[in-house]
């Protein structure tokens, strides 16, 4: 007997200001559970409109005991569950050893 995996729906926003972001966690965030439709879980992609709500993501998590995953580690130090991304201070750092390795005036290939 073959068995398939469960159905998990997923239902995306796509938000490029801070009220979009407010109006799409109060859409997930309500919903009826008998049938569903509330979201268990947020999984919130980078971009420059993201670090201006970090702490709106994080309390809206809180309050409706939402497991929050983000890129960056900020959202989880703001009360976020977990992040998966880059280490930006390490990135950072990386770069500047390069750029610590071409003297002035010495062409890179």
Same mark, same amino acid.
């Given at each position: =007997?073959?068995?398939?995996?469960? /159905?998990?729906? /997923? ?19 309500? @919903? ?8 268990? @879980?947020? $999984? $919130? ?5 993201? @670090?201006? /709500?970090?702490?709106? =993501? ?10 929050? $995953?983000?890129?960056?580690?900020? /959202? ?5 569950? =977990? ?27």
């Amino acid at each position: =007997m073959r068995t398939h995996p469960p /159905v998990v729906p /997923v239902r995306t926003f796509f938000c490029r200001s801070r009220t979009r972001y407010l109006f799409a966690f109060s859409a997930a965030g309500s @919903g009826n559970r008998r049938n569903h439709e509330q979201a268990e @879980g947020l $999984i $919130i992609d980078s971009d420059a409109v993201t @670090g201006q /709500v970090q702490a709106p =993501m994080a309390a809206f998590a809180r309050a409706h005991r939402l497991p929050l $995953i983000s890129a960056f580690r900020r /959202v989880v130090e703001a009360g976020g569950l =977990m992040s998966y991304g880059p280490n930006l201070h390490e990135l950072w750092r990386q770069a500047a050893r390069y750029i610590d390795k071409n003297p002035e005036g010495c062409q890179t290939r």
